[in-house]
């Protein structure tokens, strides 16, 4: 079983910064893929990043240049920097990990996930 949990959720004006922590234990790989998902009110939920065990990134187009993920296996950790926030940012941020496929943006390619953090922009 593998358990992940975020943390590093708050409130913040726009304009603003925030960092997202995702903590892994139990039966977790360092070849899992990580993944940062998040869920507006009345929204679906939708890809955000996503980091390989090479530390290669993927990134939806509406947080490029924004957001920056990084991973840090010695801590089982990963990150998710979020700067330049907005309004629209806000949603319930989730953490998720499964092995690689072909398609890290979709939510079907994680087995684990996160409880999930909330994240508020003010205007």
């Known amino acids: 079983q593998v358990q992940l949990v975020e943390s590093g959720g708050g409130l913040v004006q726009a304009g603003g910064s925030l960092r997202l922590s995702c903590t892994h234990s139990?039966?977790?790989?360092?070849?899992?893929?990580m993944g940062w998902f998040r869920q507006a009110p009345g929204k679906e939920r939708e890809f955000v990043g996503a980091i390989r065990r090479s530390l290669a990134t993927l990134y939806a187009d509406s947080v490029k240049g924004r957001f920056t993920i990084s991973r840090d296996n010695s801590k089982s950790t990963m990150y998710l920097q979020m700067n330049s926030l907005k309004p629209e940012d806000t949603a319930v941020y989730y953490c998720?990990?499964?092995?690689?496929?072909?398609?890290?943006?979709?939510?079907?390619?994680?087995?684990?996930w996160g409880q999930g953090t909330q994240v508020t922009v003010s205007s």
């Open positions: 139990g039966r977790t790989s360092s070849s899992f893929v």
């Open positions: 998720a990990a499964g092995s690689p496929t072909s398609t890290d943006y979709a939510s079907s390619s994680y087995q684990y």
